[in-house]
Nanobody, 123 residues
Framework: QWPLVESGGGSVQAGGSLRLSCAASGFTLDHSAIGWVRQAPGKEREQISCISSSGGFTNYADSVKGRFTISRDNAKNLVYLQMNSLKPEDTAVYYC????????????????WGRGTQVTVYE
């Protein structure tokens, strides 16, 4: 019983693409800012992107800027992360997480989390 559920992970060759989805269990996402956070083996969690509740604000970590795109469809109660030009260093467990309305930039401000989905990029 996870508040959020990620899907779309998998194993891809470097240069390939994946699209991750985040869905809510038992609530709607229209009042939540949604972030994507990843954790690579042996490393701390890193916020890679966030989108405000309305979709009017987005941000990206420098490591993914220009390659990843966050979007949302509140009518479908889904948030997406389109990942292009994937690199081996993108290999990580990817989590979506929610906080009220706006992206604060602090991982500790998220109040709801998914269990994560594995993304593996091989050379």
């Amino acid at each position: 019983q996870w508040p959020l559920v990620e899907s779309g992970g998998g194993s891809v060759q470097a240069g390939g693409s994946l699209r991750l989805s985040c869905a809510a269990s038992g609530f709607t996402l229209d009042h939540s800012a949604i972030g994507w956070v990843r954790q690579a083996p042996g490393k701390e969690r890193e916020q890679i992107s966030c989108i405000s509740s309305s979709g009017g604000f987005t941000n990206y970590a420098d490591s993914v800027k220009g390659r990843f795109t966050i979007s949302r469809d509140n009518a479908k109660n889904l948030v997406y992360l389109q990942m292009n030009s994937l690199k081996p260093e993108d290999t990580a467990v990817y989590y979506c997480a929610a906080q009220l309305d706006y992206c604060t930039g602090f991982i500790t401000d998220y109040t709801s989390w998914g269990r994560g989905t594995q993304v593996t990029v091989y050379e």
